[in-house]
């Protein structure tokens, strides 16, 4: 439990949060996400092209991702991919 708070206090403080993919385009790169627990369920944010280059690799729709913020504007909004090394 004390766990639990201690991550969800960590994830609303840097502006990370639980979003699904609403729309995906593989050819334009297009990434578009529905962040509930900061804009409700209907509301979708564009994923920022910074930083990513073509060939595009999306999301498919209905996938859960983890996104992350720069301002609490969201004027850049960003897929956080944690891969494994090694």
Do not use: C, H
Not at 69 to 85: G, L, R, W, Y
């Amino acid at each position: 439990m004390v766990i639990g708070l201690l991550l969800r206090n960590l994830i609303m403080s840097t502006n990370l949060y639980r979003a699904v993919v609403a729309y995906s385009d593989q050819e334009t790169g297009t990434i578009k996400v529905r962040i509930p627990a900061k804009f409700g369920p209907d509301t979708t944010v564009p994923i920022s092209y910074y930083g990513r280059t073509a060939p595009w690799d999306v999301p498919d729709v209905g996938k859960q991702v983890v996104v992350g913020a720069d301002d609490e504007s969201f004027t850049n909004v960003f897929i956080i991919n944690i891969k494994p090394t090694g």
